[in-house]
């Protein structure tokens, strides 16, 4: 048997735009890999430009950019061969791409085939599809080049290429993360390892990108499925490993092409099978690492220094503060607590304890004198009208003004606090609780902020979160007496409403048929396309569903169709 081909998989978090920075990264890690005696470095999916591109990829001097970037890099390329994604400009059409360099130059290209169109991508808007599978090889290796979407559809290109010969295929990847898409595409590849008797190499983005997180998770596993080395999850890394790879012979009939064939470089000697294998992260560590990393870089790729958010002693407002200080540190973080006339005693102590707990600037403004201006502003407009929403969202977009005061005249980035849950059914005040940079938790419904709160308490190891947050009933303590469930559901009720309709699209009646009350999914329903014009104006968030607000789910704000 040949000896193991060495590998290394580079978990690169890649800033959208930052061609120049981009490229110096790419090219520090094919020198370590170098150092490290690896013999076939591999990149994620658009490595070079980060992903998604979007409308920057209309831009003919992005693509030169680009393009000059990649044959500085190809330069670098002596002893090792390096696979780096990149969108490619041809006569053809725009195409994205995955380059194969070696011996200094650029010796090959392969184009992605299929181009996905659905949730939150859009590739068609800008690629054209490639013809189809191919091979290259490395000494006597053949190995089958694949980007993302080309491995997730059994058969071609990669079963083409596993009947072609090749013994390893390497698919490069950047996988927007939703909870639980990580085990998910780990038992979808070792299903396509067994399918086409050949050993993978998966090679994943990481990092946060507007309201998309990547979660790295790379892999490398044998002909049988089984996994040789896995990455980190959310976290940058170069995997380093070594597989022993099956002989596999071409079918005659086999008609891919080989698009390029260079030496195998010499490589380590005696280097051992396999690679780390890093743990899994528990479903509810996952979705916080997953939240974590996509305001840390939203925060640094934008350029800001700090964050501020109202602390008003409720679940959201304390776990969006954990989730910050977490991602940014207790000197990245100011919050503000304001409270109203309606604030109780018990919520202002426990969101001054929260600030103490974290170790964050904190500031105190009482709203009242300011609600008392806007009475008497609005008091003859007002007049002969009984008091009611008007009023309490007063209170809402003075907090708002206030936090964006301090955010003019400091440059700290203001977070929404809001949760899936109250977006979905518009329990939310435009330009008060919806203001903000970036709303972190809009697609984490109630139940799962629970869930996430006491999963910070239980890491802490004691009552970061106070327990009275997380125990006291939900209250946007707008009028006396308050409570979340006067105007809407229960949310033990609710979520499971709002998971059907909104994320499997499930309508009135198949709703009922689960079991859910008519009354119940009627006012939901009603509620939610309602609201859908307060979403359009809500700050991005991270995606931590399988269909989030905005790019997942693109509905006319004028419709007239129910349910």
């Given at each position: ?440 938790i809009k697609d984490c419904p109630k139940t799962r902020v629970y869930e996430l709160a006491r999963h910070v308490n239980a890491i802490a190891g004691d009552e970061r979160i106070p327990i009275s947050i997380v125990e006291r009933a939900p209250s946007a303590e707008l009028r006396p007496d308050q409570r979340d469930e006067d105007s809407l559901p229960p949310y033990a009720v609710l979520d499971p409403i709002l ?65």
């Amino acid at each position: 048997m040949a000896s193991p081909l060495r590998l290394a998989l580079c978990q690169l978090n890649a800033t959208v735009g930052d061609i120049a920075g981009n490229e110096r990264a790419i090219l520090a890690r094919i020198a370590e890999a170098q150092d490290a005696g690896v013999q076939l470095v591999v990149f994620p999916e658009l490595a070079l430009t980060g992903y998604p591109p979007e409308d920057l990829l209309h831009k003919r001097h992005f693509l030169d950019d680009a393009g000059a970037a990649l044959q500085r890099i190809a330069a670098a390329t002596h002893g090792i061969v390096a696979l780096v994604g990149f969108p490619e400009r041809a006569a053809e059409g725009l195409y994205n791409a995955l380059a194969v360099l070696g011996d200094g130059a650029v010796r090959a290209v392969y184009r992605k085939v299929h181009l996905p169109n659905y949730g939150v991508f859009d590739e068609r808007r800008y690629f054209t599809a490639g013809d189809g599978g191919a091979l290259i090889e490395l000494g006597d290796v053949r190995v089958g080049l694949t980007i993302c979407e080309d491995i997730w559809k059994p058969g071609p290109p990669a079963s083409a290429e596993a009947r072609a010969g090749a013994s390893l295929i390497v698919n490069v990847s950047a996988s927007p993360y939703h909870a639980g898409k990580g085990l998910e595409r780990e038992q979808m590849l070792a299903q396509r390892a067994r399918d086409n008797g050949c050993a993978i190499a998966f090679c994943a983005l990481v990092g946060g990108q507007d309201e998309l997180v990547f979660d790295g998770h790379s892999l490398v596993l044998d002909a049988h499925g089984e996994i040789v080395a896995r990455g980190g999850q959310f976290t940058e890394e170069l995997l380093l490993a070594a597989i022993e790879l099956p002989e596999h012979a071409a079918a005659p009939d086999a008609a891919v092409p080989t698009l390029a064939r260079l030496a195998l470089p010499a490589g380590a000697p005696d280097a051992a099978v396999g690679g780390p294998i890093a743990p899994l992260l528990e479903p509810a560590a996952e979705v916080y690492a997953a939240l974590v990393t996509g305001l840390r870089d939203y925060v640094a790729k934008n350029g800001f220094r700090r964050v501020i958010l109202g602390l008003s002693g409720g679940i959201d407002s304390a776990l969006v503060a954990c989730i910050a200080v977490d991602a940014l540190g207790p000197d990245g973080v100011v919050v503000a607590v304001m409270p109203s006339p309606f604030s109780s005693g018990e919520t202002q102590a426990d969101a001054r304890l929260l600030a103490a707990n974290l170790g964050v600037e904190r500031f105190d403004f009482d709203v009242a004198p300011t609600m008392d201006a806007y009475r008497a502003t609005l008091a003859d407009a007002f007049a002969a009208t009984e008091p009611g929403l008007a009023e309490e969202n007063l209170q809402a977009r003075i907090r708002g003004n206030l936090l964006m005061a301090l955010s003019n005249k400091f440059g700290w980035m203001v977070l929404a606090t809001g949760n899936k849950s109250e977006m979905s059914v518009g329990y939310s005040t435009l330009y008060g609780d919806l203001a903000g940079g970036f709303a972190l938790i809009k697609d984490c419904p109630k139940t799962r902020v629970y869930e996430l709160a006491r999963h910070v308490n239980a890491i802490a190891g004691d009552e970061r979160i106070p327990i009275s947050i997380v125990e006291r009933a939900p209250s946007a303590e707008l009028r006396p007496d308050q409570r979340d469930e006067d105007s809407l559901p229960p949310y033990a009720v609710l979520d499971p409403i709002l998971d059907g309709y909104v994320e499997q699209d499930l309508g009135r009646e198949q709703l009922i048929a689960q079991g859910f009350a008519a009354a119940d999914v009627e006012r939901v329903i009603a509620l939610v396309d309602r609201a859908e014009y307060k979403r359009r104006q809500a700050p991005p968030g991270v995606k931590i569903s399988s269909r989030a607000f905005g790019r997942d789910r693109r509905v006319p704000i004028t419709n007239r169709y129910g349910g």
